[in-house]
């Protein structure tokens, strides 16, 4: 519990943290600035093109403002203490080491299951309440399952990040395979000819929350081929991966 809270002091402590959170909070204006304007584009429209307008759902366009706040925050708080040498500190405090980056997971994996939740949720209530009565908008009840797998990808970033930022020790480094893992990738595979294309987008980070609540992925530019456990697995392997990664090679390597 120690190692616990001193952890959490840290995080708390420094302000790349709270601007981070800051950021991701960002999202929810974010997207009420889209539908703000979808509503100005929808009024000026025609009476046939009103009938067929559609809209994409805000939460998950807007999704990657805390995907990636979170998963820069997990690099942030091991990366910094090699920078500044502080890791000794720590280690040496906590010798078998393995406590301390589960410490870590704990709370920058705490921050984002707040965080995460936060954002999708709000930003779900405040955009359909702007854009009912001119676009579709899907009910509460028809997106929970999809907003709680989104809400929980979030707190998957940022055990990415801390994972990552374990095995690379640099901060530029993390947050370049961070972005390129999550991100670039899935261009380049999106890109691929079948019969390769699919079943690589399906385990594609983006894809997972819906294919977690079993929902409709006939327009996604992902695959659509995991069932929802083999997609909650893969998700999860997002996570626990990296960590283990990084954690052995905390106890291998000097500080």
């Known amino acids: 519990m120690n190692v616990l809270a001193a952890e959490w002091v840290k995080a708390r402590s420094v302000r790349s943290s709270w601007l981070l959170v800051g950021l991701s909070l960002g999202a929810v204006p974010l997207a009420a600035a889209i539908a703000w304007a979808a509503i100005g584009m929808y009024d000026a429209a025609s009476p046939p093109m009103r009938r067929t307008a559609r809209i994409a759902e805000l939460e998950e366009v807007v999704l990657i403002v805390p995907q990636l706040c979170m998963g820069v925050m997990g690099v942030l708080a091991i990366t910094s203490e090699y920078a500044t040498g502080l890791i000794r500190t720590s280690l040496a405090l906590v010798p078998r080491r393995w406590p301390v980056l589960m410490a870590k997971s704990a709370v920058v994996g705490g921050l984002g299951l707040v965080v995460g939740p936060v954002v999708v949720f709000v930003t779900y209530a405040v955009t359909a309440a702007m854009l009912a009565g001119r676009f579709p908008v899907a009910s509460f009840g028809e997106r929970l399952s999809t907003l709680v797998a989104s809400a929980v990808t979030v707190a998957v970033f940022a055990l990415l990040g801390l994972g990552l930022g374990a095995l690379l020790r640099s901060a530029a480094a993390a947050i ?63 996570a626990v991966v990296p960590l283990a990664a990084g954690l052995a090679a905390v106890h291998h390597r000097d500080a």
């Open 176 to 238: 370049a395979v961070l972005v390129g893992l999550v991100y670039v990738i899935p261009i380049v595979v999106g890109n691929l000819p079948e019969p390769w294309s699919e079943p690589l987008g399906s385990v594609m980070i983006g894809a997972l929350p819906r294919e977690i609540a079993g929902a409709d992925l006939t327009s996604s530019v992902y695959g659509a081929l995991l069932p929802p456990p083999v997609a909650g697995v893969v998700l999860v392997l997002y």
